[in-house]
């Protein structure tokens, strides 16, 4: 069973726009954390956003915010005023005791 | 601070070939891991490390070996190379076991076993 789940492979934004990537995770745990990283062309990883399964707020850093439903076991990035330096890969993660798993990603393209 | 330092950047194998991918990082992380990334597969766990003298399988473990002799250093070993190791592969560390919220990743290595 997929432990991180990003069913949009791809996703398109007007510049300027909000735009949600989704993310589901599966977990037995009571403690763990969940991430989300940008990968530009040039490959390297970027870590954009954390929040522990214990954090009753959202989190948020700048222009980036997870929207955190525990419940539903989704941890979804918005993206606000978006930038057409933000066309990228965007993953999302979780911290399972000492693993970090990732999911496949969702391509986010910006455009004028 | 030099963060996680990768290399060789790029590499060109043959088929049967050893070789050992090199991961050091400066900050005293005690966790440490290795990955690679397909296309349309994400970034898999191969190998992991919570200390030295410590090392765990994680998703995609054979044809690797990995040993942490020491806190900084990491390496990957591919003992007989094969084209389905082709790949990109990232070595990240993070400061605290199982909490930490801050990984860190090397800028990745481009691995092609012809």
């Known amino acids: 069973a997929q432990k991180i789940t990003q069913t949009q492979p791809g996703m398109f934004v007007q510049e300027k726009e909000a735009v949600t990537l989704d993310c589901t995770y599966d977990?037995?745990?009571?403690?763990?954390?969940l991430f989300w990283y940008k990968q530009p062309s040039s490959g390297e990883m970027i870590f954009l956003i954390y929040q522990g399964s214990y954090d009753e707020q959202n989190a948020t850093e700048g222009r980036y915010s997870l929207n955190f439903q525990k419940a539903r076991k989704s941890a979804n990035l918005v993206i606000s005023a978006s930038q057409l330096g933000d066309s990228a890969m965007y993953f999302c993660?979780?911290?399972?005791?000492?693993?970090?798993?990732f999911g496949t990603g969702t391509r986010l393209q910006v455009f004028p | 601070n030099a963060g996680v330092t990768q290399t060789p950047k790029f590499q060109v194998l043959k088929t049967g070939q050893s070789m050992t991918l090199q991961c050091a990082q400066d900050m005293n992380h005690e966790y440490m891991s290795w990955y690679r990334q397909d296309p349309g597969m994400g970034l898999r766990l191969i190998h992991y490390s919570v200390g030295a003298g410590i090392t765990d399988q994680g998703e995609v473990p054979n044809g690797y070996n990995v040993s942490r002799s020491t806190t900084e250093d990491f390496p990957l070993r591919l003992l007989s190379a094969a084209p389905s190791q082709t790949s990109v592969y990232f070595c990240?560390?993070?400061?605290?076991?199982?909490?930490?919220?801050?990984?860190?990743f090397g800028e990745g290595s481009w691995l092609t076993v012809v």
């Open positions: 993660a979780m911290r399972e005791g000492d693993k970090l798993i």
């Open positions: 990240a560390s993070s400061e605290i076991r199982g909490t930490g919220n801050t990984i860190y």
């Open positions: 977990t037995s745990d009571q403690s763990y954390g």
